[in-house]
């Protein structure tokens, strides 16, 4: 028996009753499996001694004499004191809500006791304390668990530890015996793992702290194995690690007629990082005859990423086939049909533009211009996989900006690709880093390419902080460059007011700078309720100078591209991710003149708060940003799979666990390519595994 296929209801275990189910619920834990998946946070060590002496250092472990009782308060609030004693010093023990100690702790008896201590009134006292006779048992059963590690779960209200505890001793002296092994035996034996039943054991209950250890490194990578399996599983064809991705890289690169012929007219050469990337994408296209490509093209804001992508798009033009690039707003859009027709057209590229908004009479002849392949090349949004939009061979999608799409999306517009040729080329475009954790989990099915440089005279961004209270500073800098001849932008929150007096707001903020602040520079304001033209043309003046100043919300966050915008100001900068706020710092420095970034930030600032404006000061490289967004917050909010069960580890941590993580992965793709089918005997319990957990596709971005 797997312990995923344990249903039994937690009403099987004694002391657990209808009132505790709720509870149990809170914590996500619905039958007795998931009671002993329900993994401690922490393990207390009683077995060290530390002496009343040394409370400072640790949580107290010590024999004890109780010396006398004392009482303090009146009434309800009447509060038993003990006073105790050990061969290093004294100390009390205030027993809130607990009288019935005064007669467990007798005078003159000997005890062991745990607890935290702290020195307040002239003496060393506890009330969180736990002691049992000093001939008390020493088993599993034992309340306070003396001489051992003892496992801390995360709790719910109405649930406190020792019931946790009790329960999961009950439950494991059922049902642990019988648990089969969910790994491969040759796993098991080579890398010296515990049994299930074993490993379940010890990491609640471990006998010492090698065990422990044991426990959890069997049990982190029964968990990885499997999310990497699942990956694996997901992919068309098994591909190649992170790590193994720079393989011929010293290939000559060999570009297509159409693709050389761009080059040449373009007025600057490519980075390494594009002539790599442009390679890697060239190479899935033409070498694997009959497989699509699946590649992530990574990149920071202003790296290059748009340009590579039409690269591709040429490749596959050039290989008689149709090409759509998808972008998430109709700004981004517009933008790429315009850099597409400036760079393509002159090359005999066809070029459409296809959004929602377009005129029925214009959208007719599009699709069937699209139908018949009269269009090379379509750019868009959504509109691009609706019902009626039809492709005559679409063989490579281009998705910018992927994570603001889901999966029912990407396979709407992968399905238009028909063609006997089979599936189109996806090409997923990020200016969000992905750090490498979450490129080996979300996206371990793809390969992986990465520009890390920026163009040539691109000069860092410097990035300040100021409190609410001097932002009076920030914008006589800000007039200052706009007598220079620049531009800014200043971004809020919220669009309008939302009855929070502590936050600002584009629309209000909008006034206020046009009339008292900047009076004499032309401001306008953009934000998500506007309707798509006027956007434009909002954006469109910015563009062209006219407006200097530019209100917005997030909005701005991805496609605008204004190189002579050098102050970006973006105002209760602690409300924004780490990723808006790299993406928003990327709107600037896209020329070659110096550019700003100021967060302001509350005068009353959170731990957490300080922690991301902190990333933000100290590093201008997306990578390291993304990694220490995922440490603040998670692979489930970043990848937006919070709700989705993928990623809903219960012991691994992809980010702590990174070498775990990529040894799960070689072992699971070896495996899917010698036994796609997993056939094989020793991979039979793969497959069983496999069929107690939900579909990928239930689980999966």
């Known amino acids: 028996m797997f312990l995923r296929s344990l ?14 189910i709720p509870k149990f619920a809170r914590l996500g834990i619905q039958n007795v499996a998931g009671l002993l998946c329900h993994y401690p946070r922490d393990w207390e060590d009683r077995s060290l001694a530390v002496p009343l002496k040394e409370f400072y250092r640790a949580p107290v472990c010590t024999e004890i004499t109780v010396l006398a009782h004392d009482w303090i308060g009146f009434g309800r609030k009447r509060t038993l004191k003990v006073h105790v004693e050990d061969e290093s010093a004294r100390a009390t023990l205030l027993c809130f809500n607990r009288p019935w100690l005064e007669k467990q702790l007798v005078p003159g008896n000997r005890y062991r006791l745990w607890g935290r201590f702290n020195y307040k009134y002239s003496e060393i006292q506890s009330s969180s304390f736990e002691v049992e006779p000093l001939d ?4 599993e059963s034992s309340s306070a668990g003396f001489g051992r590690l003892l496992p801390v779960y995360p709790l719910s209200a109405g649930l406190n530890q020792t019931m946790v505890r009790r329960f999961i001793s009950q439950t494991l002296q059922h049902y642990a015996a019988d648990f089969e092994n969910e790994l491969p035996a040759e796993i098991i034996e080579r890398d010296a793992l515990l049994s299930k039943a074993a490993a379940i054991r010890a990491i609640h209950f471990p006998a010492s702290a090698a065990e422990l250890e044991q426990a959890k490194k069997t049990l982190i990578y029964e968990e990885l194995f499997y999310l990497e399996v699942m990956v694996g599983k997901r992919s068309r064809t098994p591909s190649k690690s992170v790590d193994e991705q720079n393989i011929d890289k010293n290939a000559i690169d060999t570009y297509s007629s159409l693709q050389q012929r761009l080059l ?4 600057f050469t490519l980075t390494p990082g594009q002539r790599e990337a442009a390679a890697d994408i060239d190479r899935d296209m033409t070498h694997n005859v009959g497989v699509s490509m699946s590649r992530l093209l990574q990149g920071d804001v202003g790296s290059g990423k ?3 992508s039409f690269l591709a798009a040429l490749r596959a033009v050039e290989d008689g086939g149709q090409a759509a690039i998808m972008a998430p707003t109709e700004l981004l859009a517009r933008q790429h049909a315009e850099n597409a027709a400036r760079l393509l057209e002159p090359l005999g590229i066809r070029i459409a533009f296809c959004t929602g908004n377009i005129k ?3 959208r007719k002849e599009l699709l069937l ?3 018949s392949g009269e269009i090379d090349i379509a750019v868009g949004t959504h509109a691009l996989f609706s019902r009626d939009v039809q492709y005559k061979n679409l063989r490579l999608v281009v998705i910018d900006e992927q994570h603001r799409f889901g999966v029912t999306q990407r396979a709407l517009i992968m399905a238009k690709g028909t063609s006997p040729q089979g599936v189109p080329h996806l090409l997923m475009m990020s200016a969000t880093p992905i750090p490498r954790t979450l490129a080996l989990t979300v996206f371990g099915d793809m390969d992986v390419s990465v520009i890390r440089d920026l163009p040539p005279g691109r000069k860092p961004v410097k990035t300040h902080l100021a409190k609410q209270s001097s932002e009076a500073r920030v914008y006589d800098f800000v007039r200052k460059e706009l007598s220079a001849g620049h531009q800014a932008y200043f971004v809020y929150p919220l669009i309008d007011d939302s009855g929070d007096a502590e936050l600002k707001d584009a629309v209000s903020m909008a006034e206020r700078l046009a009339k008292k602040v900047f009076p004499r520079y032309a401001l306008a304001l953009v934000h998500s309720k506007l309707d798509e033209e006027e956007k434009q043309r909002t954006m469109e003046r910015f563009r062209s100078g006219e407006i200097k100043i530019l209100v917005a919300t997030s909005v701005v966050e991805v496609g605008v591209d204004v190189p002579n915008a050098n102050c970006m ?3 209760h900068a602690e409300r924004f991710g780490l990723s808006a706020l790299h993406q928003l710092r990327g709107r600037v420095g896209r020329g070659l003149d110096q550019s700003y970034c100021f967060l302001v930030y509350s005068d009353e600032l959170t731990d957490d708060g300080k922690s991301r404006l902190k990333v933000m000061l100290e590093n201008s490289d997306g990578f390291v940003i993304a990694e220490e967004d995922l440490k603040l917050r998670g692979p489930g909010q970043i990848t937006g799979t919070e709700q989705s069960g993928y990623l809903n580890l219960g012991i691994a941590n992809p980010i702590r666990d990174i070498e775990e993580l990529v040894r799960a992965r070689t072992d699971a793709f070896a495996i899917l390519e010698s036994d796609p089918d997993l056939l094989l005997p020793d ?6 595994v496999l069929e107690t957990v939900p579909p990928f596709d239930e689980v999966a971005l």
């Not at 249903?7 to 505790?20: M, N």
């Not at 040449?264 to 007025?267: F, N, V």
């Not at 991979?683 to 069983?688: M, Q, S």
Request: proline content about 8%; glycine content about 12%.
């Open 7 to 20: 249903t039994v209801p937690l009403t099987a275990i004694r002391g657990i009753g209808p009132a505790q």
């Open 136 to 139: 008390g048992d020493m088993g």
């Open 264 to 267: 040449e007219r373009l007025p």
């Open 306 to 308: 748009t340009l590579v």
């Open 360 to 362: 029925a009479a214009g």
């Open 369 to 371: 211009r699209l139908a």
């Open 569 to 571: 100001v973006i105002e």
């Open 683 to 688: 991979h039979r319990v793969i497959a069983r």
